[in-house]
């Protein structure tokens, strides 16, 4: 059984696989994600929509916003919102620390 918001689920939660804190780091990213560009990474008219563009789409730039200062922080979203829960920070201590050095 899948339980949550599917707009902040990670792609392994969608998919019924086991959640643990690289679930977390997707679900702050998208959060972080949205509070930056004012709407929600993945996008869709529907909640089958939604989990269609988590699982298949990347989420638009948010260098679009014209900031230069913005791209550590775009490659530490884009990290966080990788579908391969291998390729994003491991734990919030490391999202933490990177936050903090940018």
Sequence with gaps: MVIGTPAYMAPEQING???DARSDVFSLGVVLYEL???RQPFRGMNAVETVDA???E????LLEM?????APVERLLRRMLA?????RPQTMREVAAELESI
């Design 36 to 38: 930056l560009a004012g």
């Design 66 to 70: 014209d900031d230069p200062g913005l």
């Design 58 to 61: 990347d989420p638009p730039p």
């Design 54 to 56: 988590i699982l298949h």
């Design 83 to 87: 579908r391969d829960p291998e390729r």
């Design 17 to 19: 696989q086991p959640a």
